[in-house]
C-alpha cells in the first residue's frame, strides 16, 4: 500500500527540520576543519562546463560523481577524464565503465589518481629550514548500483574508498609518512516529473562516511557529506528549430557535518542535432568558498562523446583549469 502524499510531505518536512537542527547546532560550535578534499574536487567535462549544476542534468561517466541514480537508465559506456592547470592538483584522472543489466539496474566502477604536486617539508623541530619534499597522492576507488522504479523514480548508491599517501619523501620529511584512509557513501534519487523528461528532479547526499584519521582519533576530521538537490527543465520554445535542444539546470548545496551558508550552481547546455554542444554555467559555492563562470563544448558520433570544459581560475594567475572527458558507448 502505497504512502498518502500528505503523509510524505510530513517524513520531508521532518527530515528537512533535523538537518537544519543539526547544521545549527554545528554553527554554534564553530566549523571544524574537514578532511579528504579530494571527495569533492570535480570531475567529469560536462558537469563542469554547466558550472557544475549537475544533481538532476548528469549523465554517464559524469553522474557517478555528482548523483549516482543518474546512471539507472543510461547506456552501457567506458570513460576517461583528466584535468590540467587545477590549482589543487598536478595530474587527475579518472576512468570508469557502466554496464546496465536489464530489468536489474545498473552496475559501475569508478578508479580515480590524484596528485597533488610537491610539497616542502619542515625540520623536525618546527623550525624555518626546509629538509625536504614530499608527494601528495590519493586513489579512490567506487562502486555504485542504481536502480529505476517505475517509469518515473530512480535510485542509486555509491561505495567510495579513498587512499591517501603522504610517503614518497625526499630528504627529510619528519611525520609525513601518513597513509590515512577512509570510506563514504552516496546516496542519490532522480524524479522525473513530466514524461517527456522536460521536468527532472535530482537530490543526493554525498560523501556520508568515516573521519578522516592521519595522526591519531582525537585529531580525525570529519569528511566533506554534503547535501544536494538539483532541477533539470528542457523548455519547449516554438521558435528554436527541431534539431535544437536546450537545457536549464540549478543547484543547492548545504553542509551536513560543518556549518557554513548554502551554495548554488546554475547551468545551461544547447544542442544541434545532439551531435553538437555549448554550455556554460556559474558557480556560488558558498559551503567551499569556491565560485566563477565555467564553459564547455563537446561533439558527439553517436557512439564516442568528447566534452571539455574551463573554468575561472580564482588563484588570480597562471591558465585556467581545463577538463576532457571521452565516452565510448558500447
Known sequence: MRPSRSKAIRWAVVATAL???????????????????????????????????????????????????????????????????????????????????????????????????????????????????????????????????????????????????????????????????TTALDFGGQYIVRKDTSIVLGAVLRNAGLRLQVNDAPQADPVPTRFEAGVLVTPRISQLPPEARLHVAADVITRVNTSGGPGYRLGAEASWRERFYLRGGYLVYGPDGASGPSFGVGFSTGKLQIDFAQTSNNAGSGSPPSYLTLRYLF
Open 19 to 181: 538537518l537544519l537542527a543539526r547544521r545549527s547546532a554545528f554553527a554554534q560550535s564553530g566549523p571544524p576543519v574537514e578532511g579528504a578534499p579530494e571527495l569533492i574536487l570535480p570531475i567529469g567535462a560536462r558537469a563542469i562546463g554547466m558550472g557544475e549544476a549537475a544533481v538532476a542534468s548528469a549523465i554517464g561517466a559524469d553522474a557517478l560523481w555528482w548523483n549516482p541514480a543518474l546512471i539507472a537508465r543510461g547506456p552501457r559506456e567506458v570513460a576517461l577524464a583528466a584535468s590540467s592547470n587545477n590549482p589543487a592538483l598536478d595530474t587527475d584522472i579518472g576512468a570508469s565503465v557502466i554496464v546496465p543489466v536489464p530489468r536489474v539496474g545498473a552496475f559501475a566502477v569508478l578508479l580515480r589518481y590524484q596528485n597533488q604536486g610537491e610539497q616542502e617539508a619542515a625540520s623536525s623541530e618546527g623550525g624555518p629550514t626546509q629538509t625536504g619534499t614530499f608527494l601528495v597522492t590519493s586513489t579512490l576507488a567506487a562502486l555504485t548500483f542504481a536502480a529505476p522504479f517505475g517509469n518515473r523514480i530512480a535510485i542509486g548508491t555509491t561505495y567510495k574508498f579513498l587512499n591517501a599517501d603522504h610517503a614518497s619523501c625526499t630528504g627529510q620529511c619528519g611525520q609525513t609518512g601518513a597513509q590515512p584512509q
